[in-house]
């Protein structure tokens, strides 16, 4: 058998001890286990972000794999802490919505009784004393690692029906057909990620006849890729995690248009 | 057995090369090392806050783990290499202050004949030759992938008594009882962490009559958790840590107060 | 046999899922992969630092190491797809120029049948579909988990003679012997390296006579450590990958000169 993965995706930084707590937690527990960063940059308590992150990564990843996300702000009060089981992951932190996105998908993808979600209750499974400012060494790390371990998700705590989901914006079709998005997030190079999906898109219209607005900025045509136009000049493009997404060949869409995390997006027919 | 565990803690930033050369010295010594990285973000030079990302993160790896840190400002000097050997685990790096609260943890809860420190002064542990300006590739390296290995700390050179301890100031209790300590730091969410452990308060009192003051800032009695306070408001806390925190719920304490580390700090009875 | 190392050099920087997605695809194919960060914070599209950094970690790997960088300004156009074969290691990723050092070095080192550059051609050691905008996840990861896994070179796609070379300036010897380079690029410490290296030197006299300046400032001989020159003071000395480094004792050269990447840098003799 390989050795289980466990993934980390935090808003704690690099700077401090935090990821560094949580990693030596799960190898005390299970020592074999194979650790992958995804992310401890994901700005401080912004949800949406862990959420888009958890989303594009997972699918990546062999099944078995853990994935434990720490994007806390109510850690501390009684918002419940989770695990989620599919026949492709295991995902465990707290239930503020960060587990929206790849749980909606779960539940398109697999039958309800191949998935389930349970409340880490079982303080046997926890360090002990838990800290309540620190979930994520105390419960979410060793929790991750007994899962590591194989021990079955349902022996963490008692099932619960759903998980929260992130405050992120559905796309709007409007009465004309044509479909309304915004832009949730930015890259390093600037290339902004929409709302928008290869479904949305496929509801205004076959892809060669669509036409696509940001802001004021008209964008045309949707691109293969960034070399479809001159280097500098803004385009739209289906990024690889199969979203619409904003860029400017060898720029920053961000910076060169003044578009930001809000922005409305327009998709139409162009015929 | 399991794969032994060597965590990297340096100032060396994420920019450059220096950590990825670090990291294949060892896995050219010990290819079945698991490496694990606390944090390369340590202000440059910064010894105080090497010294207590090693004091935080420690405890929280398994035994045998080899923790090297290099932060390192007077690398090419005469100042000693050392490695310790402690039940817990072991320390590498050079004798500048970074291990002195490791160390005197250690001698709290080992007898003295489990503890030892040596100088790093047998060269077959280390590359031929060894570059004046990086002794984390050539010497660090080499000697936490040979501990890694099972090399005896004895091997690695001749015993000396105790190491440095770097300049973190101590708290100072006062004529009328109070305890007078400072903000040593700050984490990357603004919350504050003072000198003042567990002890230092339980000095000062039982802790439902203690009081905190920080600067001109009075933060009352010390909470439970965040959730205490009301969003925005700032709070004192015992830190996942077990010292004294400053904080604000879901926000900066220091941004919103404006104190930073060398803030003094007072915790009185408040009854 | 021990696990095969798979590190990382990237732009992507730490705050997406672009690393994270490309290690999910290197271990679903080779599991017991040993993932080791470079870096991911290279300046965007920034071919020189790629190409220096995989120059100066890559010896320090044990032979059969794989390097993946991806670096792809040019991703989606028709630049080509690589993998280089030498004795010490492998590297994957675009042709653009960031494997220009680590070839040539190789070329010094190893007889040509000993070392190979293929084109990425064979599709399926490839993700399916391909990602215009991705390689990284798409291509370069699943063909560094092949080798990882022991897929021959050659299997990947047909064989082709060379690598294209970052634009590094190259040293100038002047008429009078002095030799003419300049500053290339600067670390976290303010360091700031040369394109200078140790032979180049060599082509203007033994060591011990030589003198440097770096744009107006004379930083006279050539120390062998920091500490030969009182703190705040600047020195030029032999680097730890071998080439002329200008620095600051305990400070920053950058950022005390005012000199930056481009800066000119004569090395004359001194007698």
Not at 82 to 101: C, H, K
Not at 175 to 198: E, H, K, P
Request: overall charge negative.
């Amino acid at each position: 058998m390989n050795n289980p993965i466990v993934t980390l995706t935090t808003d704690f930084g690099s700077e401090d001890s935090y990821v560094g707590a949580m990693k030596g937690v799960i190898l005390g527990i299970c020592p074999w286990a194979q650790l992958v960063d995804i992310s401890h940059a994901v700005p401080a308590q912004d949800l949406v972000k862990a959420a888009l992150l958890l989303e594009e990564c997972s699918p990546c990843f062999p099944p078995g794999t853990v994935h434990v996300c720490v994007v806390d702000p109510l850690v501390g009060t009684d918002r419940p802490a989770v695990a989620l089981s599919t026949p492709q992951a295991f995902f465990v932190g707290p239930d503020n919505g960060i587990f929206g996105l790849v749980w909606r998908a779960a539940c398109e993808m697999w039958a309800a009784e191949e998935l389930s979600v349970v409340r880490l209750t079982e303080s046997r499974f926890h360090r002990d004393p838990v800290c309540p400012t620190f979930h994520g060494r105390d419960i979410f790390a060793p929790v991750a690692a007994h899962l590591a371990r194989g021990t079955p998700v349902a022996e963490l705590g008692p099932p619960v029906k759903t998980v929260r989901f992130a405050p992120i914006p559905a796309p709007e079709q409007q009465a004309d057909g044509s479909m309304l998005g915004q832009v949730l997030s930015a890259d390093r190079f600037g290339n902004c990620l929409t709302n928008l999906s290869r479904q949305d898109l496929a509801a205004v219209g076959p892809q060669p006849s669509l036409w696509v607005k940001a802001g004021d900025i008209v964008l045309g045509e949707i691109r293969a890729t960034y070399a479809a136009v001159e280097p500098g000049e803004p385009l739209a493009l289906i990024g690889s995690n199969g979203r619409l997404e904003l860029a400017v060949r060898n720029g920053s869409f961000g910076a060169v248009t003044g578009l930001s995390p809000g922005a409305l997006v327009v998709v139409c027919r162009g015929d």
